[in-house]
Every structure is written in C-alpha cells, then in structure tokens.
C-alpha cells in the first residue's frame, strides 16, 4: 500500500528564515512525487514535481529513495508562502494520487 | 492555463434530499477525473475515480449507491450525493488531468456541503 506521511501539521518560521516541509513516503515501486499547495482561499495548486527538477517560487524538493524523503524546501521564507502544503504521491502509468496530510506554513513576518 | 470548474461551492441540503455537484474542464478534455473528500483539519481523500463512458472506480469503503458519479462527456463529470445526512457533510474537490499518465491534475474550488 502506498502512504505518504507529512509529521508535521504546523510549521511557523520568521520570514527570511529557512523552511523544510518534511514529506517521507512508503511505496514498493517507484514512485512520482508532488507537491500541493493550497493559498488561503484558493484552489489546491501544483507546486512542483520530482520528474521537473525545477524550482518553483523558490522552493526546491529533492527525492531520496534511500530515506523515501521528498521534503520541500526554501532558504529564505516570505509572508507570501503561508499556505497549507501537501505532498503527494502516484505510482508509474497512474493518474491516482495519495496525499498525505498536509502541513500549515506560517510565516511570521 | 487549463482550468477545473466546479459547481455549486456550496450548497445547503436538507436530510433525505440529493445533491448534484458538477466538475468540468474547461479547455482541455478529460477522460478521467476524481472525486475527493476532506473532512475539517483533515488531508484529501480520494473516493472514486470518475471515467468518461465506463463506470466509476470507487475506494474501498465508499458507497456507489449514495455517491453516484457520472462522467457523460469528457468535460463534464457529476458527483450526486443522494439521500444526505448529517454526516455527508464536508468538502468535496474534483481534479482532472492534462494530459497522459503522471501530468499534473488540476483542482476545482471545491463544494462545501451542509446537510442540515
């Protein structure tokens, strides 16, 4: 079974400082990591994808296969990137997605 | 960008009644969508995976009587809850993809229902 864990529910961090999202995921094949981002009163948006190797906003996500991490990252944090965050996961040749909980960013300005 | 529209966001209803709450994309076709639900607090959970001219797949644990989808066009996928009650309550979000296997979905606003 495919499971995605996010351990923390609520991150608040000072603006300027650096931001993790921790993302660590159980999947028996291999996997193609996202995540979500969900603004406050805004639909649920793509953030990034592990396959794009890309930086979106500022923020980076590199999966670890060793440590099955897919954790969100940003060197400097803006007011602008508090939102919920999830992370999320799909096996090859699948649409279907399974997210895990979600973590609230807040970014205390 | 491709876009997800879904309708009502939010409706009241009262116990017993049906709701039919309707997901289209709206510049790109979709033979595929899903259908989520998100209780208070809570992460996304995916109820059944609507296709366009075949049944629905469902999760386990979600009734295919009271939660009846319908995906007549490839733009158009309806989710109707029927006979409502109080605990049917919550979010429901609708996603589609663009494209093939592993593109990114794309989200409706999501239905807030309140079954009174």
């Known amino acids: 079974a495919q499971r995605v864990t996010q351990p923390e529910k609520l991150l608040s961090v000072f603006k300027g400082a650096p931001v993790e999202l921790k993302c660590n995921y159980s999947?028996?094949?291999?996997?193609?990591l996202f995540w979500y981002v969900q603004y406050s009163r805004q639909r649920l948006q793509l953030l990034l994808r592990h396959i794009s190797r890309e930086s979106i906003k500022g923020f980076t996500a590199d999966l670890n296969k060793g440590e099955t991490s897919f954790h969100l990252k940003k060197p400097f944090a803006q007011e602008e990137d508090s939102a919920m965050y999830y992370c999320a996961l799909t096996g090859a040749g699948s649409y279907q997605l399974t997210f895990g909980k979600g973590t609230k960013l807040s970014v205390i300005p | 960008g491709a876009v997800v529209s879904q309708h009502p966001s939010w409706v009241i209803c009262k116990s017993g009644t049906s709701v039919k709450i309707e997901c289209r994309s709206l510049d790109f076709q979709a033979t595929t969508m899903f259908w989520y639900r998100q209780f208070p607090k809570q992460s996304l959970m995916l109820m059944a995976t609507?296709?366009?001219?075949?049944?629905?797949?469902?999760e386990q644990g979600v009734e295919k009587d009271k939660f009846l989808i319908n995906h007549a066009s490839l733009t158009l996928s309806t989710l109707t809850v029927t006979s409502a009650h109080p605990e049917d309550s919550s979010f429901y979000i609708c996603?589609?993809?663009?494209?093939?296997?592993?593109?990114?979905?794309?989200f409706g606003n999501g239905t807030r229902l309140t079954v009174t």
């Open positions: 999947y028996s094949g291999s996997p193609e």
């Open positions: 996603s589609a993809p663009q494209g093939s296997y592993n593109s990114p979905l794309h």
């Open positions: 609507s296709n366009e001219g075949s049944k629905a797949t469902y």
